[in-house]
């Protein structure tokens, strides 16, 4: 009964928060349609067009793609005693070789994993681990460098919304594809909502006058001319790192709900997770070699894994 309450005020609640982002897009798209129009009529007329292929391209496309793919999570091959559920190994082994882009090597190595027994569970996530979760990783860093680039370079909020929506959209479409299954429809849905929020977000800190606050605070230590760039500086700083900061933390809990190998977790818990880890890689998203050790394998999985079945072990002991 509680589950479904959540469900309908969760719904409620999604779909509130994409008629205020429909509506902020109108509003603004409007506002900048009037200016063209001034121009010439073609120019408004070709700024709605660009802006509907973006919203059929960049969102509509990613949430129907999001629903193509199976759903599960790593923490269904196997029980709350540690006990390896073969059936579902074997379901998720088809589905990768099925959804995913693997090598011939791969295909054969998972299909091994099969004649594993009781260890199927283990080999399955030591692959995850591997394999998959760096490469989830590099695209969270990739898709939240690009939100950086776009909302502190874009000095309007319809682009900076735009913007937002669609790369957090395919960034949770990416994710899925890269494990070839997707989040449960509420674990779905959270995430919708976090990336409208994002997109209301994005809007509202576009129409704070964070510039003019900055430049009448640097007027006093500084000519009005630089006064008035460091103001932009900062705004844009700080726009572009609050909507990168929050792409790597929906990135993360998108991650930690489909590769979560530990069925003792709470949703809370992987909640708390994902901002401590998106806190810890948010610094490096500028540097130059740090989707290279993206790429490489952190045993996060793995380790998290293996201390649920100790736990599971010392207490039956």
Not at 17 to 22: F, G, R, S
Not at 206 to 215: A, K, L, R
Not at 255 to 264: E, F, G, M, Q, T
Not at 283 to 291: A, C, F, M, R
């Amino acid at each position: 009964m509680k589950n479904k309450k959540t469900k309908v005020w969760l719904i409620i609640l999604l779909v509130s928060l994409a008629i205020l982002v429909l509506l902020g897009l109108v509003s603004s798209a409007l506002e900048i349609g009037e200016r063209l129009r001034n121009i010439h009529f073609s120019l408004e007329i070709a700024f709605y067009v660009l802006i509907a292929v973006v919203i059929v391209v960049g969102i509509v496309y990613p949430i129907v793609g999001v629903f193509h793919k199976p759903i599960f999570s790593l923490d269904q091959l196997h029980d709350s005693d540690g006990n390896v559920k073969l059936k579902w190994c074997k379901k998720l082994v088809n589905n990768l070789i099925e959804n995913t882009e693997l090598s011939e090597e791969e295909q054969i190595q998972l299909r091994g994993f099969l004649k594993e027994g009781n260890d199927a569970d283990d080999k399955l996530i030591e692959f995850f681990d591997r394999k998959i979760a760096p490469e989830i990783r590099s695209e969270i860093f990739k898709t939240a460098r690009r939100v950086f680039v776009v909302t502190a370079v874009s000095q309007n909020s319809v682009f900076d919304m735009l913007g937002t929506a669609s790369l957090n959209f395919m960034l949770i479409k990416k994710i899925t594809e890269l494990c070839g299954f997707r989040p449960n429809n509420l674990q779905i849905a959270r995430l919708y909502v976090r990336v409208l929020s994002m997109t209301v977000l994005a809007g509202v800190l576009e129409s704070i006058n964070v510039e003019g606050i900055v430049s009448k605070v640097a007027e006093g230590f500084l000519s009005a001319p630089i006064a008035s760039l460091v103001g932009v500086a900062v705004s844009s700083a700080m726009q572009g790192a609050t909507n990168a900061l929050l792409t790597v933390r929906l990135g993360v809990m998108t991650k930690n709900y489909l590769l979560n190998a530990d069925v003792s977790k709470t949703r809370s818990e992987i909640r708390k997770e994902a901002l401590k880890e998106a806190l810890s890689i948010f610094p490096s998203i500028s540097k130059t070699d740090d989707e290279e050790k993206a790429k490489k394998p952190d045993n996060k999985i793995k380790a998290a894994f293996t201390k649920a079945k100790d736990k599971i072990v010392k207490n039956k002991a």
